[in-house]
DNA sequence: CTGTTAGCGCGTTCAA
DNA sequence: TTGAACGCGCTAACAG
């Protein structure tokens, strides 16, 4: 293993300052241009990488983003990671993934972590358990820039990119009212996370609209599973009255949904209407074809990480409420 | 925003050496209970953060981790991704999630990256452009701790997690050959990968073995997507002899095999029958269900972290090369 | 038990 | 154009 090697090693060899070395590698205009040439050959040569701990601490710079996530394996939030991981490359920003697991105590650990470590920003989509937002708040005192996406703390202000949840839901209801189903059930997570409280919303507002008597908001506490999905329908299914249609949060829940649908003999669309939110790989084979609702992820990312490019230079103040919001949209497909 | 306080503030304060409050944050035996506990209330309260960039400085300690995958979005690498985060927060570290987007290019500008920001250890899936090993025997001369896992560099001698992507192909053949199908297709990636280039020898050997003529390696140098499995699968078919099987490396390819079957009337599994590697997460409910082979990615995660984990507290030695092998397995559905 | 001193690697003064 | 000195925040070695 070979030593690592310092400006001041550089400076030693060369019989120049440390400073100076400092200065050729950086391009600095005021240093000599052999002396510049013959430091830089001389670096790359014998491979001298930058102590960016050493550069961090003097706190001149920081290229290093944190982003924390309730998942990584849900390919909502895995287009996202990996589409601000592109997007913070080609910017020369280095990101650093967290998952938070929907849990809040993680969650926080997750944020003292990031500001032990001086990141230059946090881009953060929080989990279902999150009922506190003081973490949160620490990070702003600290300076640090915050923007959420998705799953925001209402309570916090900074950035956020949202979705309308609200209206999207509502469209999917009232079209499946108009499709003529009248016992529509919505399965959806904890109202205490803005996503699906706007969910609850929209559905419930719709409902009423049109004075229907069948309104079923389904919250799921658990995290949401092709299993979960499996049981939550199962215990609906054997109610006195069941639902002729399903709004659904989430595709594992759906795909629960379908199976122990298949399990019953129930037909789809003509026993059950479904709408899921997010879709699969392989949601074109599937027979019949679900409708399904698109969020639109690379947008997300993208503005979402404009915000925060914004708040590093500056150009949006710490503590600024911004909200944003994308646009989801129906696709239209054989499940109801 | 507030001045971050140091351990140097909270000296001034209480009338201590700084120093002495290091030790008090640290729960050095060797300082008065009294004095610590008064350190410590007044850290917390004043919501004192350690500086670990001045902690990497001094080379005391280190707790991240950096893991370069090609994909983060795809579902083998997120789950590995998932369980690896999850590994790694139970032990105190910190895991940065890279994505070279399968360019050789940009996994060596994050090798750099990495090296100056002195991770403590790096977990790696390598791009499939890569054919140069260059950085990582680079990263080995900084003495940083490397594990690859999946798909790894021969040349470097360092530990590696593997499947055994030649055997079970060739059951997967062998299967197939036994099913009576006599013209089966290989649709697969760059033989400059370990991993594909096993997966063919170990479908090459078995159909020689068998005598059979028709061999179609089909090596697909683009990403895999549902788009250019569509477009291999149609060119293929349109060849005088076509295939009566496929074994295909990815579900996205498959699914644009399906896809475009279907468009030609092609019944699965009379006309043809597929394997693929990797599974849907709406496997069950397609029609018919397709046999797959499951990696066992959690495994792979807890194999690759437990051998970085050795090499970063010593018990492996840098430059050792130990060759760890998981088995995949055939899940056997309805598709042939 | 506590204080002093030194230094990790770097960039930025200020001086020459 | 270059050098000398300083300090970012922290911990370790040494001294008391």
């Not at 030593?3 to 100076?20: F, M, P």
């Not at 069948?214 to 049981?231: A, H, L, M, N, R």
């Not at 609702?293 to 979402?304: D, G, H, N, R, V």
């Not at 911004?322 to 949209?329: G, P, T």
Request: hydrophobic share 40%; proline share 3%.
């Amino acid at each position: 293993m070979k030593k690592r090697i310092t400006i001041k090693d550089i400076a030693k060899v060369l019989n120049v300052h440390h400073s100076t070395v400092s200065r050729a590698l950086r391009n600095d205009p005021r240093v000599n241009a052999k002396t510049r040439d013959t430091v830089l050959a001389y670096a790359r040569e014998h491979e001298y990488q930058t102590n960016m701990n050493a550069v961090q601490l003097r706190g001149t710079s920081n290229n290093a983003i944190a982003l924390i996530v309730p998942n990584i394996n849900h390919s909502f939030f895995a287009d996202i990671i990996s589409q601000l991981t592109n997007l913070a490359y080609n910017k020369g920003y280095v990101i650093s993934v967290f998952q938070s697991n929907e849990k809040y105590q993680q969650e926080k650990e997750i944020v003292n972590t990031i500001i032990q470590h001086n990141f230059a920003g946090v881009i953060v989509s929080i989990a279902k358990d999150t009922i506190n937002s003081d973490h949160f708040a620490l990070l702003k005192k600290f300076g640090i820039p915050l923007v959420f996406f998705d799953r925001v703390c209402e309570d916090i202000f900074t950035p956020k990119v949202k979705v309308n949840n609200y209206e999207i839901t509502a469209n999917a209801t009232e079209y499946l009212i108009k499709k003529g189903y009248s016992n529509i059930a919505h399965f959806t997570g904890t109202t205490s996370i803005n996503v699906f409280r706007e969910r609850q919303n929209g559905y419930v507002d719709i409902l009423q609209k049109y004075g229907m008597e069948y309104v079923q908001p389904i919250v799921i506490e658990e995290d949401f599973s092709v299993e979960i999905g499996k049981i939550i329908f199962s215990r609906l299914w054997n109610f006195s009255v069941k639902p002729d249609a399903i709004i659904s949060s989430s595709v594992h829940v759906s795909t629960g949904i379908l199976l122990e649908a298949r399990k019953y003999g129930i037909k789809i669309p003509e026993d059950l209407g479904l709408i899921t939110f997010g879709s699969l790989l392989s949601s074109e084979i599937i027979e019949p074809q679900i409708t399904y609702i698109e969020q639109p992820e690379l947008e997300i990312a993208a503005i979402a990480f404009d915000l925060l490019e914004k708040m590093i230079k500056k150009e949006i103040q710490i503590g600024e409420l911004i909200e944003r919001q994308v646009q989801a949209e129906i696709i239209f497909k054989k499940s109801c």
